[in-house]
């Protein structure tokens, strides 16, 4: 059997909505089984255009950012001069200065994955809505960075890669890339 709730809520505002559905049947003993429940978190669409340098930033999951680890002990960190892996990562942000966020693979498999999301940001109003960062991609056990895009937090398109080792020191210069967003 199926019920379905005609009573509507407006999660229009900026919060953490919980929803709870209880079930009592006539002749239940085990009370442990009669309840469901989630909790929605909603934020509004971050206006563009959009900047983020990471130089006031203390955590990564902090201002307009959400950090998610999806397994085998990735993290997300913060640093402002070298890693601390040798071989790895650059010695500096880009410009030689300032803060970046990396992970830090010491320790993780090899099937690890490290996500960094973004709220939803309106791109209405934009001629050529695009994202633009500069990364540095050193370290012979660098997997990849995928760029994916959703319109619904559910459904993931991915507009754009880099597998492997882009950069042959740490020293390197950071490379700046764009993506188009308007597809």
Known sequence: ASYTFTATFDV????????????????????SNDTIGFELINYAPVATPYTQNFDSLTV????????????????????SGATISSSTGPNAGFGGSGAYIYTEASGADSLSIAEIKSHCIDLNGLATPAIEFYYHMYGASIGGLWVDVSSD????TTLDSLIGQQQSSESDPWIKKQVDLSS
């Open 60 to 79: 990564v999951d902090d201002q307009d950012l959400i950090y998610t680890s999806e397994s085998g002990g990735y993290a997300w960190a913060i640093n």
């Open 153 to 156: 937090g559910v459904n993931y």
């Open 12 to 31: 229009s505002s900026d919060g953490t909505y919980e929803f709870i559905a209880v079930l009592g049947l006539s002749g239940d003993l085990d009370s």
